[in-house]
T-cell receptor, first 113, second 115 residues
Framework: AQKVTQAQTEISVVEKEDVTLDCVYE???????LFWYKQPPSGELVFLIR????DEQNEISGRYSWNFQKSTSSFNFTITASQVVDSAVYFC??????????WGAGTKLIIKP | EAGVTQSPTHLIKTRGQQATLRCSPI?????VYWYQQALGLGLQFLLW???????NRGNFPPRFSGRQFPNYSSELNVNALELEDSALYLC??????????????FGAGTRLSVL
């Protein structure tokens, strides 16, 4: 069965600290896509990144970076030098063979000034 | 370019009533998805429409239904409302092409409260 696990329910750090959000997935498909979304208090989910199963290169976008490791079925997300505006709930998702997104439970990130 | 728009922002109903939620996709997108996000819970997939047809539905009772119009906008109807239907309902849209890898873009949601 397809499954996405975000074991960290809530993380709280002080501004400027680095923080890593974990995502572990399960799938029997050989071709699949993984996504990260951010949900600020306003409620709207904001797309951050998409990664396909054949591309294991890490990606960096400004203060954000993603580490994809097929060997451990993980797709972790790191924020460097966190800022208060990064406070949000972050969701990891897997596209299944029926083309639906399987969502993790989300990690609430609190950045304290 | 306008993003996904949902209306109303908030909706208050009483148990047993019907609720209608609306969604306009990004211009050029033909697929619309509906999700329920109850308090403290993750996103639960409700419905997927593409080109006016229902392509898939999640594990919800038949009183959750919807449709997609020729202009690709969509409506979600919830009949015989129950208290546990109180949630944030999110709509997303995507291109109908390359379904396996397309990105879903979300609206701000409709918060439904059932009293």
């Amino acid at each position: 069965a397809q499954k996405v696990t975000q074991a960290q329910t809530e993380i709280s750090v002080v501004e400027k600290e680095d923080v890593t959000l974990d995502c572990v997935y399960e799938t029997r498909d050989t071709t699949y896509y993984l996504f990260w979304y951010k949900q600020p208090p306003s409620g709207e989910l904001v797309f951050l990144i998409r990664r396909n199963s054949f591309d294991e290169q890490n990606e960096i976008s400004g203060r954000y970076s993603w580490n994809f490791q097929k060997s451990t079925s993980s797709f972790n997300f790191t924020i460097t030098a966190s800022q208060v505006v990064d406070s949000a709930v972050y969701f990891c998702a897997l596209r299944d063979s029926n083309y639906q997104l399987i969502w993790g439970a989300g990690t609430k990130l609190i950045i304290k000034p | 370019e306008a993003g996904v728009t949902q209306s109303p922002t908030h909706l208050i109903k009483t148990r047993g009533q019907q609720a209608t939620l609306r969604c306009s996709p990004i211009s050029g997108h033909t697929s619309v998805y509906w999700y329920q996000q109850a308090l403290g819970l993750g996103l639960q997939f409700l419905l997927w429409y593409d080109e006016g047809e229902e392509r898939n539905r999640g594990n919800f009772p038949p009183r959750f239904s919807g449709r997609q119009f020729p202009n690709y906008s969509s409506e979600l109807n919830v009949n015989a409302l129950e208290l546990e239907d109180s949630a944030l309902y999110l709509c997303a849209s995507s291109s109908g092409l390359a379904v396996a890898k397309n990105i879903q873009y979300f609206g701000a949601g409709t918060r439904l409260s059932v009293l």
